[in-house]
């Protein structure tokens, strides 16, 4: 009978960790089922072990594999920094980006597509992609920035009309973009996507490069063309 408990908290605990991980972004999904991958497989040996169906063996793996499970989140840290040093190695022939941050959204506006990518910072979606969300979920987090944030309100809507191109639904909820908010240096480099050590001259080369695919005129956007106008003033003011 313990031995039976034992077995039903540990399917337990199992499929409560599947139902997290259903939950996750799908873009942290895969840490989450090597873990779960991991459980089942200690379940599996303590289940062997336990009813007498494989030897000393199968304890020795039950440890492995439990020292496998508690040294996995170190080891997920490390991934990415490994592929970021990767990326470094690689970063002559990288393309720059631009970065822009609100309470509820970071939005990243490649400078060769001209294509925006983003991420949820709070809210009912934190975490998720914006790349990753369904129509439905895209409307639901407008419907959340409407009511918390109009920075956020607009960015979103830069990001949907970018996505949805044509439509008018989303952009016929947009108001006129206010003011932005003061920057700081990092967030205006951030914007031009341009490091600490960049010049007057990065600086101006960076806005005219921004400006010729966001400038509303040329059917850009004119709360990121505010942006880009503020942060350049920021730096050379």
């Known amino acids: 009978m313990p031995k039976l408990l034992l077995l039903l908290a540990i399917a337990l605990a199992l499929y409560i960790m599947f139902i997290r991980a259903r939950a996750l972004p799908p873009h942290l999904r895969k840490a989450q089922y090597l873990k779960l991958g991991i459980g089942i497989a200690v379940a599996a040996v303590l ?17 492995l594999l439990v020292a496998a499970r508690q040294l996995l989140p170190l080891a997920i840290r490390m991934f990415p ?4 040093l990767r990326g470094k190695a690689g970063a002559a022939g990288a393309g720059q980006h631009s970065t822009v941050e609100s309470a509820i959204l970071r939005m990243h506006l490649d400078h060769e597509s001209g294509k925006l990518s983003g991420e949820v910072l709070r809210g009912p979606l934190q975490d998720w992609l914006l790349d990753e969300l369904e129509r439905s979920q895209l409307e639901d987090l407008l419907h959340y920035c409407q009511q918390e944030d109009n920075d956020s309100v607009q960015l979103l809507l830069s990001y949907l009309e970018q996505r949805f191109p044509g439509e008018t639904d989303f952009g016929s909820k947009r108001q006129a973009p206010p003011e932005p908010g003061g920057l700081s240096r990092r967030e205006a480099l951030a914007v031009l996507g341009l490091g600490e050590n960049a010049s007057e001259e990065d600086i101006v080369q960076a806005h005219r490069k921004l400006m010729q695919k966001l400038h509303p005129d040329r059917g850009g956007n004119d709360y990121l063309a505010a942006k880009i106008n503020q942060a350049k003033d920021f730096l050379l003011g």
Do not use: E, Y
């Open 47 to 63: 289940f062997l072990t336990l009813t007498g169906r494989m030897h000393w063996v199968g304890a020795a793996l039950t440890g």
């Open 81 to 84: 920094m490994l592929s970021s």
